[in-house]
């Protein structure tokens, strides 16, 4: 099923909305990204911007490389659901350019600083908030952009979308959780 209907149709003149005046569905999705997003910055607290670039386990990925790719992700999937799939890169066509520049989305690189990506985040953040307090609807979508992962001809509705950011920062402050406490015995969840 391919479906593509301008999201931002009906959105009130000022473009945004107070995300605190969501309701129902929207309050959930809204409290469930702020839970999920809070844990993710919570692994973060006291760091150096050295201890944020530190990796910690056999995998690429450190604190503050983490951060970044949520914020990058969760920035790309909200211009999906107002742009739709022209917002997306075609994953097919990626060179390796392009996954090199990919890669250095989940490191903190020398000059990025802990504060400037937390502060990224949460300008992001606020911009999802305001647009799924305001969407017309969340029923609308687009297809999704050509990539491995996706099954072809597939579209998601903007519910979908933020479902999927919230499992994705989820899913992340899981390994955040893992390389906070590997770093310094400092634990999240308990």
Wanted: charged residues 20%.
């Amino acid at each position: 099923m391919t479906m593509s209907t301008p999201i931002t149709d009906g959105l009130a003149a000022s473009g945004s909305a107070d995300a605190s005046t969501a309701d129902g569905e929207r309050a959930d999705l809204l409290a469930a990204l702020a839970k999920n997003r809070h844990f993710l910055r919570f692994t973060t607290r006291g760091l150096t911007d050295e201890q944020a670039r530190q990796r910690t386990t056999v995998s690429e990925l450190c604190l503050g490389g983490l951060i970044k790719h949520v914020t990058a992700a969760e920035q790309g999937w909200v211009n999906f659901i107002v742009e739709g799939t022209s917002a997306m890169k075609d994953f097919t066509a990626m060179t390796e350019d392009d996954y090199a520049q990919r890669a250095d989305q989940f490191r903190l690189l020398p000059g990025e600083t802990m504060a400037a990506v937390l502060a990224d985040y949460a300008e992001v953040a606020h911009r999802t908030d305001e647009l799924v307090a305001s969407l017309p609807s969340l029923n609308a979508g687009h297809p999704l952009p050509k990539a491995p992962w996706f099954q072809s001809d597939e579209s998601w509705s903007a519910r979908q979308v933020l479902l999927h950011i919230i499992a994705e920062t989820a899913q992340h402050a899981g390994h955040a959780d893992i390389i906070r406490e590997s770093l310094d015995g400092a634990k999240s969840m308990s």
